[in-house]
């Protein structure tokens, strides 16, 4: 069985340290792969690799861009942070209304956290 591995890149946005600017990401995920293992994929790298990471924010509560943007309870983006994806064709995706959307290869997602 050959798994299909797709790039995606994400840009997130948040009031507090480096993020306020703007950090961008590149990383590989699984063909039938969504946001949510975007943001886990991103955060394990941050554990590996702990010079690159920015947490904790917001006075040392959160710990992880899953805590962050995701509420597991209910399976959703959380309501303040702003969603713009698209894939390579500018086809928009859904992911506030689906967290468990399949991403596009080659998609293109920024994340602005506290955009209320």
Not at 30 to 47: A, P
Request: charged letters at 25%.
């Amino acid at each position: 069985m050959v798994i299909k591995i797709k790039k995606i890149k994400l840009t997130i946005f948040a009031p507090d340290k480096e993020l306020n600017n703007g950090i961008e990401y590149e990383t590989h995920i699984s063909d039938d792969g969504t946001i949510i293992d975007v943001l886990g994929t991103i955060d394990k790298e941050i554990f590996e690799k702990q010079e690159k990471s920015y947490f904790p924010l917001f006075k040392g509560l959160i710990r992880s861009y899953l805590q962050l943007i995701w509420d597991p309870q209910n399976n959703v983006i959380y309501d303040d942070c702003a969603v713009n994806a698209y894939g390579p064709n500018r086809e928009f995706m859904p992911l506030r209304e689906n967290a468990d959307f399949n991403l596009y290869p080659d998609s293109q997602i920024t994340l602005v956290v506290h955009a209320d």
